[in-house]
């Protein structure tokens, strides 16, 4: 029997969260309860609703049924505008990283600053900058535009946004898809130092499971809608479903499998006629 979670147990709380896009169920029936200062990695295949799931906890999508709490205050029906002042307490740094392209690092970092408070004072701008630079090993970039920045380093800053307005919590979307091993360790170890020395709590979708391992207190996985396991590293690694352990040493199944051929298969065909 599943412990029934109330909206006071954890800093953001989803109670029986139910989302569709058409006919398309994406989340059925989830709640989950994120504690204070941990970090919880969101884990499951590729269209499973990963994003879907994180985008609830900022409102950025709206349950079709089911509510979501921040500090036992639901948030899934307030207004954009009420929304404002919920999510200056949360930094969101999204798939794929999401700078804007015409602005230098600079401007990227101060664009939440900007919008969200009334600090206008150029120093002080400029120190919360170098601030938020350095905790991200990113020191002297200002100036930069991020086309001049390699996969890493714009990990990186979006990352110095995402933290500009001293959140509680941030959420990643998979902060280390397309990053070779040395430098997704590098944002692994951000992680960690900004859960340790900021007392942040962080929520984080990956397909890495390297990544998992080393940054988790807690693992989610998530199936066909619903939670399919709840626990530590070592919950996933021995978990009996042949699905978990398919996932976490990147197998394929034979359903999956077979799809694949046939859409090989098909690829084929069409290029031949
Ligand atoms: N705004 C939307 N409108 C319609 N369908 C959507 C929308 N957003 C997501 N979906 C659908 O919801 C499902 C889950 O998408 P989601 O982006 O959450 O997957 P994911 O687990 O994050 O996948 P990936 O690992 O590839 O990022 C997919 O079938 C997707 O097509
Ligand atoms: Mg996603």
Do not use: W
Request: charged share 25%; with cysteine; aromatic share 6%.
């Amino acid at each position: 029997m599943e412990k029934k979670i109330e909206s006071n147990d954890g800093v953001i709380v989803l109670k029986n969260i139910a989302k569709g896009f058409s006919r398309n169920v994406v989340l059925d029936d989830v709640s989950l309860a994120f504690e204070k200062g941990k970090t919880t990695v969101i884990i499951g295949p590729s269209g499973c609703g990963k994003t879907v799931l994180i985008k609830h906890i900022i409102v950025l999508l709206r349950p079709g049924k089911g509510e979501v709490y921040f500090h036992n205050q639901r948030i899934d029906n307030l207004d954009e505008k009420e929304l404002e002042n919920v999510r200056t307490k949360m930094g969101f740094l999204f798939q794929g990283g999401a700078l804007f392209d015409s602005m230098s690092v600079y401007e990227n970092i101060l664009f939440p600053v900007k919008q969200h408070t009334e600090i206008r004072d150029r120093k002080k701008l400029n120190e919360l900058v170098k601030a938020k630079l350095a905790m991200v090993g990113m020191d002297g970039f200002e100036d930069y535009y991020p086309a001049k920045l390699s996969g890493g380093q714009k990990k990186r800053v979006a990352l110095a946004r995402a933290i500009a307005l001293n959140p509680e919590v941030i959420l990643y979307d998979e902060p280390t898809t397309g990053l070779d091993p040395i430098r997704a360790d590098v944002i692994n170890e951000l992680i960690i130092k900004l859960q340790k020395e900021l007392g942040i709590t962080s929520i984080v979708v990956t397909h890495d499971m390297n990544s998992a391992y080393k940054i988790a207190d807690r693992i989610v996985m998530l199936h066909n809608g619903k939670i399919l396991i709840d626990g530590d590293a070592g919950a996933i690694k021995n978990s009996p479903f042949p699905v978990v352990q398919q996932f976490i040493n990147g197998q394929v199944s034979e359903k999956d499998l077979k799809a694949l051929r046939q859409s090989i298969e098909d690829i084929k065909i069409s290029d031949t006629q």
